[in-house]
C-alpha cells in the first residue's frame, strides 16, 4: 500500500554534513507524522526526529541543535539535515512514517529499508 524509499547517506567526515530523504508513495490520503529513527551496530533503534505536522517536532536530546527535520506536504517527503556530524552519529538511519489511507481513518504505519550513515574522525 505504501512504500518509504530513503536515500542521502554515506560516509562523512567528523563536523561534516549529509542530508537524508524519505518519500513516501503509493495509497496515501494524508500523512500524520514522518520521522527518522536510527540503529547503530549493537544497540536498539531509538528516536532521532519526528514531525508531527501541526507542533513542533521532537528530537531527541543528542542531536538538538544539530540535525533538522523537515517535511515537503506536496511531494510526500521528509528530510534530515545533519550538522555537526559525530562519531556516535554512525548508524542505519530509517524513516518512519504514519499514513492516512481514506478519508473514514484507514492507516498504515511503517518503515523504510534504512540507508547507512557513517561518520570518519
Known amino acids: 500500500q505504501v512504500q518509504l524509499v530513503e536515500s542521502g547517506g554515506g560516509l562523512v567526515q567528523f563536523g561534516g554534513s549529509l542530508r537524508l530523504s524519505c518519500a513516501a508513495s503509493?495509497?496515501?490520503?494524508?500523512?500524520?507524522?514522518m520521522g527518522w529513527y536510527r540503529q547503530a551496530p549493537g544497540k536498539e533503534r531509538e528516536m532521532v526526529a519526528v514531525?508531527?505536522?501541526?507542533?513542533?517536532?521532537n528530537y531527541a536530546d543528542s542531536v538538538k541543535g544539530r540535525f533538522t527535520i523537515s517535511r515537503d506536504n506536496a511531494k510526500n517527503t521528509v528530510y534530515l539535515q545533519m550538522n555537526s556530524l559525530k562519531s556516535e552519529d554512525t548508524a542505519v538511519y530509517y524513516c518512519?512514517?504514519?499514513?492516512?489511507?481514506?478519508?473514514?481513518?484507514?492507516?498504515?504505519?511503517?518503515w523504510g529499508q534504512g540507508t547507512q550513515v557513517t561518520v570518519s574522525s
Open positions: 518512519n512514517a504514519e499514513v492516512l489511507l481514506d478519508d473514514v481513518g484507514s492507516t498504515w504505519h511503517g
Open positions: 514531525d508531527m505536522g501541526d507542533t513542533n517536532p
Open positions: 503509493g495509497t496515501i490520503w494524508d500523512i500524520n507524522e
